[in-house]
């Protein structure tokens, strides 16, 4: 188990955080950043090319 910064934990400190997240555009989910996303991250928007492929219908 990782447990990472004390007191409440309620609140949640970008400081410490040693990885950037991002919410997939498909499953609405969390995910982290990855090395292959090292050279895109800024524009990556779904958390494998399963979301990716994936997109709701009716959003052009
Ligand atoms: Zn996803």
């Given at each position: 188990m990782t447990r990472r910064?004390?007191?409440t934990g309620?609140?949640?400190?970008k400081a410490g955080t040693?990885?950037?997240?991002?919410v997939c555009a498909t499953c609405g989910?969390?995910?982290q950043w990855r090395?292959?996303?090292?050279a895109c991250?800024?524009?990556?928007?779904?958390c494998s090319d399963r979301c990716r492929n994936d997109r709701p219908?009716?959003?052009r």
């Amino acid at each position: 188990m990782t447990r990472r910064g004390r007191g409440t934990g309620s609140e949640r400190r970008k400081a410490g955080t040693p990885r950037p997240v991002k919410v997939c555009a498909t499953c609405g989910r969390e995910f982290q950043w990855r090395r292959k996303w090292a050279a895109c991250w800024d524009l990556v928007r779904y958390c494998s090319d399963r979301c990716r492929n994936d997109r709701p219908t009716g959003n052009r």
